[in-house]
Protein backbone atom coordinates (compact mmCIF):
# COMPACT_ATOMS: atom_id res chain seq x y z
CA UNK A 1 0.00 0.00 0.00
CA UNK A 2 1.38 3.49 -1.21
CA UNK A 3 1.65 5.55 2.04
CA UNK A 4 2.23 8.84 2.15
CA UNK A 5 3.19 10.92 5.63
CA UNK A 6 3.16 14.60 6.35
CA UNK A 7 5.16 15.97 9.62
CA UNK A 8 2.05 17.30 11.94
CA UNK A 9 -1.42 17.19 11.50
CA UNK A 10 -2.31 20.60 13.66
CA UNK A 11 0.72 23.21 14.01
CA UNK A 12 0.01 26.84 15.01
CA UNK A 13 2.27 29.53 14.41
CA UNK A 14 2.39 33.49 14.56
CA UNK A 15 2.68 35.70 11.92
CA UNK A 16 6.31 36.24 10.11
CA UNK A 17 7.29 32.93 11.02
CA UNK A 18 8.99 30.68 8.72
CA UNK A 19 6.97 27.32 8.10
CA UNK A 20 8.09 24.19 6.67
CA UNK A 21 5.61 21.56 6.32
CA UNK A 22 7.29 17.63 4.87
CA UNK A 23 5.79 15.43 3.16
CA UNK A 24 7.37 11.92 2.44
CA UNK A 25 5.70 9.10 0.21
CA UNK A 26 7.21 5.55 0.48
CA UNK A 27 6.52 4.14 -3.27
CA UNK A 28 9.03 5.73 -5.17
CA UNK A 29 6.13 8.27 -6.95
CA UNK A 30 7.73 10.89 -9.53
CA UNK A 31 4.95 13.38 -9.03
CA UNK A 32 4.12 15.03 -5.41
CA UNK A 33 1.61 18.08 -5.03
CA UNK A 34 0.87 20.54 -2.21
CA UNK A 35 -2.52 21.84 -2.43
CA UNK A 36 -4.51 23.71 0.13
CA UNK A 37 -8.29 23.37 1.36
CA UNK A 38 -10.09 26.26 2.46
CA UNK A 39 -13.97 26.12 2.59
CA UNK A 40 -16.36 27.28 -0.28
CA UNK A 41 -13.16 27.17 -2.15
CA UNK A 42 -12.26 23.55 -2.67
CA UNK A 43 -8.92 21.96 -2.73
CA UNK A 44 -6.29 24.13 -4.78
CA UNK A 45 -2.96 23.27 -6.04
CA UNK A 46 0.30 25.30 -4.69
CA UNK A 47 3.29 23.69 -6.04
CA UNK A 48 4.09 20.53 -7.58
CA UNK A 49 7.10 18.21 -8.42
CA UNK A 50 7.82 15.77 -11.20
CA UNK A 51 11.55 15.14 -10.31
CA UNK A 52 14.19 15.67 -7.34
CA UNK A 53 14.97 19.22 -7.73
CA UNK A 54 12.42 19.80 -10.07
CA UNK A 55 9.52 22.34 -9.33
CA UNK A 56 6.52 24.20 -11.16
CA UNK A 57 3.88 26.20 -9.79
CA UNK A 58 0.36 25.86 -9.36
CA UNK A 59 -2.61 27.88 -9.22
CA UNK A 60 -1.65 29.91 -5.99
CA UNK A 61 1.99 29.63 -5.59
CA UNK A 62 2.11 33.18 -4.05
CA UNK A 63 3.58 33.29 -1.00
CA UNK A 64 4.55 29.48 -1.12
CA UNK A 65 8.09 28.15 -2.09
CA UNK A 66 9.10 24.00 -2.63
CA UNK A 67 11.91 21.95 -2.17
CA UNK A 68 12.41 18.46 -3.65
CA UNK A 69 15.83 17.04 -2.60
CA UNK A 70 15.14 13.24 -2.51
CA UNK A 71 13.09 11.65 -4.41
CA UNK A 72 10.87 10.70 -1.34
CA UNK A 73 10.20 14.01 0.52
CA UNK A 74 8.77 16.94 -0.73
CA UNK A 75 8.84 20.38 1.61
CA UNK A 76 6.28 23.75 1.11
CA UNK A 77 7.81 26.46 2.94
CA UNK A 78 5.80 29.49 3.94
CA UNK A 79 8.69 31.94 4.28
CA UNK A 80 6.77 34.79 5.99
CA UNK A 81 3.60 33.43 7.53
CA UNK A 82 0.41 35.35 7.35
CA UNK A 83 -2.90 34.87 8.61
CA UNK A 84 -4.64 34.31 5.22
CA UNK A 85 -2.13 31.24 5.04
CA UNK A 86 -4.53 29.69 7.91
CA UNK A 87 -5.85 26.35 6.38
CA UNK A 88 -5.75 22.45 5.47
CA UNK A 89 -2.54 21.72 3.43
CA UNK A 90 -2.91 18.19 1.90
CA UNK A 91 0.08 16.54 0.04
CA UNK A 92 -0.33 13.86 -2.33
CA UNK A 93 1.45 11.38 -4.54
CA UNK A 94 1.39 9.91 -8.25
CA UNK A 95 3.51 7.43 -10.03
CA UNK A 96 3.02 8.19 -13.77
CA UNK A 97 0.81 11.39 -15.22
CA UNK A 98 -1.93 9.56 -15.28
CA UNK A 99 -2.25 7.50 -12.23
CA UNK A 100 -3.85 7.40 -9.30
CA UNK A 101 -3.24 10.19 -6.70
CA UNK A 102 -2.52 9.20 -2.39
CA UNK A 103 -3.14 11.79 -0.17
CA UNK A 104 -1.68 12.41 2.80
CA UNK A 105 -3.34 13.23 5.93
CA UNK A 106 -3.57 16.61 5.97
CA UNK A 107 -2.10 19.19 8.34
CA UNK A 108 -4.19 21.80 9.64
CA UNK A 109 -2.31 24.98 9.98
CA UNK A 110 -3.00 28.42 11.89
CA UNK A 111 -1.64 31.20 11.54
CA UNK A 112 -2.40 33.77 14.40
CA UNK B 1 -8.88 27.51 -17.79
CA UNK B 2 -11.29 24.16 -16.38
CA UNK B 3 -14.11 24.67 -14.30
CA UNK B 4 -15.31 21.54 -12.69
CA UNK B 5 -18.93 21.93 -11.01
CA UNK B 6 -20.46 19.41 -8.43
CA UNK B 7 -24.15 19.06 -7.51
CA UNK B 8 -25.33 18.87 -5.36
CA UNK B 9 -23.56 20.68 -2.65
CA UNK B 10 -25.31 18.97 -0.06
CA UNK B 11 -27.45 16.27 0.22
CA UNK B 12 -29.17 14.56 3.09
CA UNK B 13 -30.59 11.05 2.34
CA UNK B 14 -32.21 8.12 4.56
CA UNK B 15 -30.51 4.80 4.67
CA UNK B 16 -30.96 2.54 2.23
CA UNK B 17 -31.94 5.21 -0.79
CA UNK B 18 -29.83 5.15 -4.37
CA UNK B 19 -27.60 8.27 -4.26
CA UNK B 20 -26.46 10.41 -7.23
CA UNK B 21 -23.92 13.19 -7.60
CA UNK B 22 -23.16 14.86 -10.26
CA UNK B 23 -19.67 16.26 -11.93
CA UNK B 24 -19.58 18.23 -14.75
CA UNK B 25 -16.49 20.47 -16.51
CA UNK B 26 -15.84 22.38 -18.97
CA UNK B 27 -12.55 21.44 -21.25
CA UNK B 28 -11.24 18.51 -22.91
CA UNK B 29 -9.54 15.63 -20.05
CA UNK B 30 -7.08 12.61 -19.78
CA UNK B 31 -8.78 11.39 -16.97
CA UNK B 32 -11.39 12.12 -14.20
CA UNK B 33 -11.23 10.95 -10.21
CA UNK B 34 -13.54 10.31 -7.42
CA UNK B 35 -12.91 11.09 -4.22
CA UNK B 36 -13.83 10.56 -0.47
CA UNK B 37 -12.96 12.58 2.30
CA UNK B 38 -14.27 11.84 5.07
CA UNK B 39 -14.03 14.11 9.02
CA UNK B 40 -10.67 14.94 9.85
CA UNK B 41 -9.67 15.21 6.74
CA UNK B 42 -7.88 12.22 4.94
CA UNK B 43 -8.48 11.98 0.98
CA UNK B 44 -8.94 8.49 -0.43
CA UNK B 45 -9.61 7.68 -4.43
CA UNK B 46 -12.69 5.89 -5.16
CA UNK B 47 -12.01 5.68 -8.87
CA UNK B 48 -10.35 7.02 -11.61
CA UNK B 49 -11.71 6.68 -15.45
CA UNK B 50 -11.42 8.44 -18.61
CA UNK B 51 -14.37 6.22 -20.65
CA UNK B 52 -17.14 4.35 -19.51
CA UNK B 53 -18.05 2.73 -16.28
CA UNK B 54 -16.40 1.31 -13.30
CA UNK B 55 -17.82 -0.42 -10.26
CA UNK B 56 -16.63 -1.11 -6.40
CA UNK B 57 -18.85 -2.87 -4.19
CA UNK B 58 -21.78 -0.71 -3.99
CA UNK B 59 -20.19 2.34 -5.79
CA UNK B 60 -20.56 3.24 -9.64
CA UNK B 61 -18.57 5.81 -11.55
CA UNK B 62 -19.92 6.42 -14.88
CA UNK B 63 -18.42 9.05 -17.41
CA UNK B 64 -19.59 10.23 -20.96
CA UNK B 65 -16.71 11.82 -22.69
CA UNK B 66 -18.81 13.91 -25.15
CA UNK B 67 -21.12 15.26 -22.71
CA UNK B 68 -17.96 16.14 -20.53
CA UNK B 69 -20.34 14.63 -17.31
CA UNK B 70 -19.38 11.89 -14.68
CA UNK B 71 -22.07 10.53 -11.86
CA UNK B 72 -21.37 8.60 -8.65
CA UNK B 73 -23.92 6.42 -7.85
CA UNK B 74 -24.17 4.44 -4.18
CA UNK B 75 -26.23 1.88 -4.12
CA UNK B 76 -27.77 0.84 -0.78
CA UNK B 77 -26.55 3.87 1.28
CA UNK B 78 -25.32 2.74 4.63
CA UNK B 79 -24.57 5.56 7.03
CA UNK B 80 -20.54 4.70 6.94
CA UNK B 81 -21.26 6.12 3.53
CA UNK B 82 -21.21 9.89 5.24
CA UNK B 83 -18.53 12.13 3.81
CA UNK B 84 -17.83 14.74 1.62
CA UNK B 85 -17.11 13.37 -2.39
CA UNK B 86 -14.39 15.18 -4.66
CA UNK B 87 -14.46 15.05 -8.44
CA UNK B 88 -11.35 16.04 -9.69
CA UNK B 89 -9.49 16.27 -13.66
CA UNK B 90 -6.74 15.91 -14.98
CA UNK B 91 -6.31 18.48 -17.92
CA UNK B 92 -3.52 16.94 -20.92
CA UNK B 93 -0.75 14.56 -20.60
CA UNK B 94 1.44 16.73 -18.47
CA UNK B 95 2.73 16.05 -15.12
CA UNK B 96 0.62 19.26 -13.41
CA UNK B 97 -1.95 18.24 -10.76
CA UNK B 98 -5.99 18.00 -10.31
CA UNK B 99 -8.70 20.58 -10.76
CA UNK B 100 -11.06 20.00 -8.09
CA UNK B 101 -14.83 20.35 -7.89
CA UNK B 102 -15.83 21.91 -4.12
CA UNK B 103 -16.98 18.86 -3.14
CA UNK B 104 -20.84 17.34 -2.19
CA UNK B 105 -21.29 17.06 1.63
CA UNK B 106 -23.37 13.81 1.74
CA UNK B 107 -25.20 12.36 5.27
CA UNK B 108 -26.96 9.13 4.76
CA UNK B 109 -29.42 9.36 7.82
CA UNK B 110 -29.76 6.13 9.97
Known amino acids: DVKVTQSSRYLVKRTGEKVFLECVQD?????MFWYRQDPGLGLRLIYF???????EKGDIPEGYSVSREKKERFSLILESASTNQTSMYLC???????????FGPGTRLTVL | KNEVEQSPQNLTAQEGEFITINCSYS?????LHWLQQHPGGGIVSLFM???GKKKHGRLIATINIQEKHSSLHITASHPRDSAVYIC????????????FGKGTHLIIQP
Open chain 1, 92 to 102: ASRKGLTDTQY
Open chain 1, 27 to 31: MDHEN
Open chain 1, 49 to 55: SYDVKMK
Open chain 2, 27 to 31: VGISA
Open chain 2, 49 to 51: LSS
Open chain 2, 88 to 99: AVKLGGGADGLT
